[in-house]
């Protein structure tokens, strides 16, 4: 077996150690050339050639920036299903995409994981999602984030670029520190559109005191439009509660931040999964979480549901969307977006499409 390690070195957890031992532990069993990455955007590239090389595996060791650059050279021309598989040994500092096909978060428990699979010839293959914005285009493994998320997760960057260590706690602290900051202020509102996705209305009609479960059709369409469940009374932080969005002739849906999952989690709080999507997969379409406002106390509420197995978090203050084939999300002013952890910049719109079983992965 021909396969091509890709080593991120300036990754949280990389070094040299790991990487020797992770090259001792392979070459009984792989033919293995190395390479390191010498910046960002180098992945892209080693993913592309990888794959007119006609390598059989591309491992990464190295964050989920690293394995998304590999992703995006493996699927540049199309699903790779048919080309180089891609295994990942965690080397960054939360390391989603590897967790979520079930690989430790130790590096060297999952190298040996990883020597199994291959001698057991285990593989599956995963879907991705495609983000278009502005007059740019790139997929990503696990999740795309707009608003809040987004600044949060920039707000860590700058951090780090001091010379802060990326750690649970500094998100934290970044996400309270972005919230006090939207204090008294609106903020963007984030327009929601889909197609062929299921929006998820538990949350409001379980927290409706009563509610029927279907309105009468607001349009005259037989879609319910933008109906609300509840009365102003019970919301007493001003969480509203809406059905529209999807396709079918719904309105889109208005919320101040949105989460998009490609699978579950969405991210982990130390060995905590917080899934903002439960139900999301890589074998179903992509799924979307909205907050309709995002104030503090709504946000902590929502969060917290996120945490443990049974993460549930419904709310008449959340949309939720299950299977979607493709979202678009439009603002009247541009907005941050991120992209499987790495901040892609500000955008008034992102159109998602999802790509199923396009890529191969080592599982």
Known sequence: MRGLLVVNPVATTTTERVRDVLVTALAADVDLETVVTKGRGHGVELGADAREMGVDVVIVLGGDGTVNEIVNGLVSSGPAAGGPALAVVPGGSTNVFTRALGYSSSPVEATGELLAALREGRSREVSVGLAHYGDQQRYF?????????????????????????????????????????????????????????????????????????????????????????????????????????????????????????????????NNRPVAACPTASFDTGLDLLGLRRARLTSVLRTGLKMLGEDADPRGRNVYGLHDATSITLRSDEPVAVQMDGEVLGLFTSVELTHHPRALRVIA
């Open 141 to 269: 493994a696990f999740c795309l984030g707009v608003g809040l998320d987004a600044d949060v997760v920039a707000a860590v960057e700058r951090r780090r670029e001091k010379g802060r260590r990326s750690t649970p706690g500094l998100f934290v602290r970044c996400a309270v520190t972005e919230l006090l900051r939207r204090t008294g202020r609106s903020g963007p509102t984030i327009s929601v559109s889909s197609t062929g996705g299921v929006p998820d209305l538990r949350g409001i009609l379980d927290e409706a005191d009563g509610a029927p479960e279907s309105a009468a059709p607001a349009d005259g369409t037989g879609h319910e439009a933008g109906t609300a469940f509840g009365d102003g009374d019970r919301d007493r932080d001003g969480d509203g509660g809406s059905v529209a969005g999807g396709d079918g002739g719904r309105a889109p849906a208005e919320v101040s931040l949105a989460i998009v999952c490609n699978t579950r989690p969405w991210t982990y709080l």
